[in-house]
């Protein structure tokens, strides 16, 4: 039976943050249960990209040190660190207002810019994989993922946070490679499975929906989520918000796994009562997952179904990020008519649909849109 606490948390207030976040960790046997004196234990924040913590894209500062705090109280030795998708780790974590609280804690940035090249033949999918240094040098390893929608998977959440451990472009490489959205949630699945954190605190007291994971809309949840088992939470966490689990391909290849369980009568929940965090008219795709690599007439039909990466040029302030960000050789956005003083635009015939431009778009200018044949379908 995998156990998940749900913890009532209705401000990013410290005074309440702290004994919050001190409640959940008790309910699954207290910091001691997870860290010894002396072990390394690294905290891995979601660092998506240097946005303010307002902006509900990044881990938030109190959360990040409430758990530093209990995990310091133990004598273990902390670091933190991860891969952004977009500039270096304290660039990002300085923006996010996450390199303050370590400085002032004494807590050192590790290294996720070494890759280290490990093989795992236990894993279903990709036995092979880089990964950061950090990751290695460390006895524990605490995930601290934010409760947020996600254009390619549906969710991110803890499963999907681990994909920060991959140093710097390498991620790109796993989008080229790994174009459908259940091939590459087998691959976190690996990822997660070769790293096991020991411990998962998702970040829900202001989650974000709608259009995932850096350009959707702040939404108050109150809530911190805590388990060992990063599929019953991640699976808890979408019952939340009325998304079938099984339509989340990181869920439903992890318990495939044997990374976790998403059954309810697997998943013993503790702390605040469920139904007080159900929130029905949470913004998020609830439609089952339309794979989207094909061939031929299947490919020709699902570039007519699958949704598309769409500048929209009010937003767009022509930096050109998701230019620089796209992995395809050669690029399926770019400035194709060589005037970037406009918007960029997309090639959808060449776009393999791994959104990592919708992803990283720091102004939320490149929405989801939904093709009308898949609107024609749906109805």
């Known amino acids: 039976m995998s156990k998940v606490a749900l913890i009532r948390c209705d401000s990013y207030d410290y005074d309440k943050v702290l004994p919050a976040v001190k409640?959940?960790?008790d309910l699954l046997g207290g910091a001691g249960a997870f860290a010894k004196k002396k072990q390394k234990l690294l905290l891995k924040p979601n660092l998506l990209a240097g946005d303010a913590p307002e902006k509900c894209v990044t881990t938030h500062p109190s959360v990040f040190r409430a758990v530093a705090e209990l995990f310091i109280s133990t004598g273990a030795a902390v670091s933190f660190g991860d891969s952004p998708g977009f500039g270096g780790t304290a660039a990002v974590a300085k923006k996010a207002g996450l390199l303050p609280v370590a400085e002032e804690l004494n807590i050192p940035e590790a290294d996720f810019k070494t890759g280290v090249e490990i093989f795992h033949e236990e894993s279903k999918q990709n036995k092979k994989f880089t990964i950061a240094k950090?990751?290695?040098?460390?006895?524990?390893i605490i995930s601290l993922p934010k409760f947020k929608a996600h254009g390619f998977?549906?969710?991110t959440g803890c499963v999907k946070n681990q994909f920060g451990c991959i140093p710097g472009i390498r991620k790109g490489e796993y989008h080229i490679k790994l174009p459908d959205a259940d091939d590459f949630a087998r691959m976190l699945v690996d990822l997660n499975n070769i790293i096991q954190p020991a411990l998962y605190v998702m970040d829900g007291i202001v989650a974000m929906e709608g259009n995932g994971?850096?350009?959707?809309?702040p939404r108050a949840m109150n809530l911190l989520l805590f388990s060992r088992d990063p599929i019953a939470l991640d699976a808890t966490a979408c019952r939340l918000i009325r998304l079938n689990p099984e339509y989340v391909p990181t869920i439903r290849f992890g318990h495939m796994a044997g990374s976790g369980t998403y059954r309810e009568n697997e998943i013993e929940l503790v702390g605040d009562d469920f139904e007080e965090f159900v929130l029905h008219d949470f913004a998020v795709d609830r439609s089952p997952l339309k794979p989207f690599q094909a061939?031929?007439?299947?490919?020709f039909m699902n570039n007519r179904l699958v949704p598309k990466p769409f500048i929209v040029p009010e937003k767009c302030i022509a930096c050109g990020i998701c230019v620089s960000m796209c992995p395809t050789s050669p690029k399926s956005v770019d400035w194709f008519d060589n005037d970037k003083k406009k918007p960029p635009a997309h090639n959808y015939k060449t776009c393999i649909r791994c959104y990592c431009c919708q992803e990283i778009c720091?102004?939320?200018a490149i929405e989801l849109k939904i093709p009308v044949m898949r609107k024609i379908f749906r109805w």
């Open 153 to 155: 998977e549906k969710f």
């Open 295 to 299: 061939h031929g007439f299947m490919r």
């Open 213 to 217: 994971p850096r350009g959707g809309r």
């Open 362 to 364: 720091p102004e939320s």
């Open 134 to 140: 950090a990751v290695l040098d460390n006895d524990v």
């Open 23 to 25: 409640r959940g960790i």
